[in-house]
Nanobody, 132 residues
Framework: EVQLVESGGGLVQAGGSLRLSCAASGFTADDYAIGWFRQAPGKEREGVSCISSGNYNNFYLDSVKGRFTISRDNAKNTVYLQMNNLKPEDTAVYYC?????????????????????????WGQGTQVTVSA
């Protein structure tokens, strides 16, 4: 059974850091792209970052570039999202999800995005709250 379990969320002051973990089971995580999404109350779910199989192509939302870093530990079958210099607008429930392919599908338009519809397995989410 495919499962993704997030952990590492919490309450932090602005400027602080958190590291989210996404532990995968039932499949080899490095065979797929893994994405991180977030959803704030009253807002649509947005793609934050994605790491492809073998780190071939990765993605970051413009607003988190330079602050967030996505990585894998294949021995632990786990994907991480290191979040530094957190801002109140980063407050949301964060979800990890498995892409349907090995590579991050990035839509090119006015802004670059990844879409939830390209992901078919999701974790339960972990709350991140950043106080001002």
């Amino acid at each position: 059974e495919v499962q993704l379990v997030e952990s590492g969320g919490g309450l932090v002051q602005a400027g602080g850091s958190l590291r989210l973990s996404c532990a995968a089971s039932g499949f080899t995580a490095d065979d797929y792209a893994i994405g991180w999404f977030r959803q704030a109350p009253g807002k649509e779910r947005e793609g934050v970052s994605c790491i492809s199989s073998g780190n071939y192509n990765n993605f970051y939302l413009d607003s988190v570039k330079g602050r967030f870093t996505i990585s894998r530990d294949n021995a632990k079958n786990t994907v991480y999202l290191q979040m530094n210099n957190l801002k109140p607008e980063d407050t949301a429930v964060y979800y990890c999800a498995r892409e349907t392919s090995r590579y991050c599908t990035v839509m090119i338009g006015a802004t670059r995005k990844i879409w939830p519809s390209d992901y078919n397995y999701w974790g339960q989410g972990t709350q991140v709250t950043v106080s001002a």
